[in-house]
């Protein structure tokens, strides 16, 4: 089935440090989604993306649709504690404009250290 | 407005036996999917339930079967359990109109172990 591939796997910050991970497959995808998931909760939708090269911003977290349609990519800027835990993206195939098929990746484990 | 609810929070099966896990939708939603999250991984799509009715399934085997109620809470049985079915099961409602949804909140999980 279709895979997408989330990098890296892990990171260890500063508190302060901007951070970048990304998303990638093989496959074209109509919308990107990032979640964050905590302990002990489920995922929590942070951006939908819907158009190929859109940027969106939410407060200090940007995340971009990549141009070829397989790709995006999660950015956040001046880590505080809080924003410790797993990123997912997730995204929809062509066709398919029904967030609760979504495809997700495997995760980034964000740590910031104080 | 009450969030998505599931229950119970943990459950500790033998295999071979069989398990109901539940699920109450946030209010004004109609859409209900269930996803199979393993230590380590993305949640994985198990199928989706609009309308009282199957409405799209992963690749999950027909052990895996589901049921909406009108109120659309929601629940998720599993026969025959295998030691691979140890994982957090997801719930997240969504509001739908044709094909299409809304954002999918999620529930916080119940976490299934099978010893």
């Known amino acids: 089935g279709q895979q997408l591939n989330q990098s890296p796997q892990s990171m260890f910050i500063q508190e302060g440090e901007d951070v970048s991970m990304n998303c990638t497959s093989s496959?074209?995808?109509?919308?990107w989604l990032w979640y964050k998931q905590d302990p002990g909760e489920g995922p929590v939708l942070l951006i939908a993306?819907?158009?190929?090269?859109e940027l969106t911003s939410n407060g200090r977290l940007t995340a971009q649709f990549g141009i070829t349609r397989k790709d995006s990519f999660l950015n956040i800027s001046a880590s505080i504690p809080s924003d410790v835990g797993i990123y997912f993206c997730a995204g929809l195939l062509p066709y398919n404009t029904n967030a609760g098929k979504s495809t997700f990746g495997d995760g980034t484990t964000l740590t910031v250290k104080p | 407005e009450t969030g998505v609810t599931q229950s119970p929070t943990h459950l500790i099966k033998t295999r071979g036996q069989q398990v109901t896990l539940r699920c109450s939708s946030q209010?004004?939603?109609?859409?209900v999917s269930w996803y199979q999250q393993a230590l380590g991984q993305g949640p994985q799509f198990i199928f989706q339930?609009?309308?009282?009715?199957?409405?799209g399934r992963g690749n999950f085997p027909p052990r895996f079967s589901g049921l909406q109620f009108p109120n659309y809470s929601s629940e998720l049985n599993v026969n025959a359990l295998e030691l691979d079915d140890s994982a957090l099961y997801l719930c997240?409602?969504?509001?739908?109109?044709?094909?299409?949804?809304?954002?999918?909140?999620f529930g916080p999980g119940t976490r299934l172990t099978v010893l």
């Open positions: 339930y609009y309308r009282e009715e199957e409405n």
């Open positions: 209010s004004g939603h109609n859409t």
């Open positions: 997240a409602s969504s509001s739908a109109s044709g094909k299409s949804t809304d954002t999918q909140y």
């Open positions: 993306l819907y158009k190929a090269g």
């Open positions: 496959s074209i995808f109509n919308t």
